[in-house]
């Protein structure tokens, strides 16, 4: 369904956002593996990004692992783990139960029409985002759209004072942990390589400008350039 967008406060919000995208920048906030490709989303003038993260492997501290209330994260890292970290988290005291959590990655954006979240969402899915969809719709936010591959595992470590998983079968559970977070990654140099080679449809000449003034060259942010010596790119 399609409706009217307020374009002036759409386009509010991407300025806001685009500032809002430096800031975290300059502060760490930003996954660096990800700046390539909201680069490349901004510098079209129909889109903007929200939140996004390139996937990360997290312990949570709740009865499930998808549990949002009453759950806190007691540990969180980007990039692969090592069992001495784990084992570590293992000897805290536990509330409820301690998940090992391994997910790829997933962005947020919006687009000023239909018409143009359907074309990203086609271009999402061709990079393997394929449980992506619009998750929203209002006339000054846009179309909002949730961009995710699916990729994901978690793993019950301990049930309160009950232990789980011993060293040795712990060994096994963080090689996986770190599979499935190098495998969103492949999804994440996928998304790159599909959407540096389509986009910008339709260039936004002050994102543009700006990208030039800051002295930025989009494919120095290339994931390839993090992961492609640590993991095999089948197909990619």
Same mark, same amino acid.
């Given at each position: 369904?399609s ?10 919000r991407?300025?806001?956002?685009w500032n809002?995208l430096?800031e975290d920048?300059?502060?760490g906030?930003?996954d ?11 510098s079209?003038?129909?889109?903007y990004?929200?939140?996004?993260c %390139?996937?990360? =492997?997290?312990?949570?501290?709740s009865?499930y692992?998808? &549990?949002?209330?009453e ?9 692969p783990?090592?069992?001495n970290e784990?084992?570590? =988290?293992l000897?805290?005291p ?5 998940w090992?959590n ?5 962005l947020h954006l919006?687009?000023? &029409?239909?018409?143009?979240a359907d074309?990203i969402l %086609?271009?999402a899915?061709k990079?393997g985002?394929?449980? %992506?969809?619009i998750?929203?719709m ?5 179309y909002i759209?949730?961009?995710t591959s ?6 019950l470590?301990? %049930? ?6 011993e060293e040795?079968?712990?060994r096994e559970i963080?090689?996986v942990?770190n599979?499935?977070l ?10 790159f390589?599909?959407f540096r080679?389509?986009l910008?449809w339709?260039?936004?000449n002050?994102i543009v400008?700006?990208?030039?003034n800051?002295g930025?060259? =989009?494919?120095k942010?290339d994931?390839?350039?993090i992961y492609?010596k640590i =993991?095999r790119l089948?197909?990619?």
């Amino acid at each position: 369904m399609s409706f009217k967008i307020n374009l002036s406060a759409w386009q509010r919000r991407k300025t806001e956002f685009w500032n809002r995208l430096w800031e975290d920048l300059e502060i760490g906030y930003l996954d660096e593996d990800l700046i390539g490709i909201l680069l490349i989303l901004n510098s079209d003038k129909n889109i903007y990004t929200l939140s996004s993260c %390139s996937g990360r =492997i997290t312990i949570s501290d709740s009865t499930y692992p998808w &549990s949002r209330e009453e759950s806190s994260v007691v540990f969180k890292k980007h990039i692969p783990i090592t069992i001495n970290e784990i084992l570590d =988290i293992l000897k805290k005291p536990v509330v409820r139960r301690l998940w090992l959590n391994s997910t790829g990655p997933i962005l947020h954006l919006s687009t000023n &029409s239909l018409e143009y979240a359907d074309k990203i969402l %086609s271009l999402a899915r061709k990079a393997g985002l394929k449980h %992506s969809g619009i998750i929203s719709m209002n006339p000054d936010k846009g179309y909002i759209i949730e961009l995710t591959s699916g990729v994901k595992v978690s793993h019950l470590l301990r %049930s309160r004072g009950i232990l789980l998983a011993e060293e040795d079968s712990l060994r096994e559970i963080v090689d996986v942990a770190n599979e499935v977070l190098l495998e969103g990654k492949k999804v994440l140099i996928r998304m790159f390589k599909v959407f540096r080679s389509e986009l910008p449809w339709n260039p936004d000449n002050n994102i543009v400008s700006d990208l030039k003034n800051r002295g930025i060259n =989009i494919d120095k942010y290339d994931p390839y350039k993090i992961y492609g010596k640590i =993991i095999r790119l089948d197909n990619t």
